[in-house]
């Protein structure tokens, strides 16, 4: 998972982090805190590319994403 990109976001009205990866579509979790989020993440993420592979569908490589300065 460390080589996908990870966005985490605050959920104020459910009062929740939620984090995804953005090149796994639909690949997501939430947790009460940031570390709860990434851990839960990690488990969807091994879902996510498991069925890929069940189903033989093509997995995205991770994207680099740089900020220009």
Same mark, same amino acid.
């Given at each position: 998972?460390?080589? #996908?990109?990870? #966005? *985490?976001? #605050?959920?104020? +009205?459910?009062?929740?982090? /939620?984090?995804? /990866?953005? $090149?796994?579509?639909?690949?997501?979790?939430?947790?009460?805190?940031? $570390?709860?989020? =990434?851990?839960?993440? $990690?488990?969807?993420?091994?879902?996510? =590319? $498991?069925?890929?592979?069940? =189903?033989?569908?093509? *997995? !995205?490589? !991770?994207? =680099?994403?740089?900020?220009? +300065?």
């Amino acid at each position: 998972m460390a080589q #996908y990109s990870i #966005y *985490i976001q #605050y959920d104020n +009205v459910d009062k929740i982090y /939620i984090a995804s /990866i953005p $090149e796994l579509q639909g690949c997501m979790a939430h947790g009460e805190t940031k $570390e709860e989020a =990434l851990k839960e993440l $990690e488990i969807a993420c091994e879902l996510w =590319l $498991e069925t890929a592979r069940e =189903l033989g569908k093509e *997995i !995205p490589q !991770p994207a =680099l994403y740089t900020e220009k +300065v």
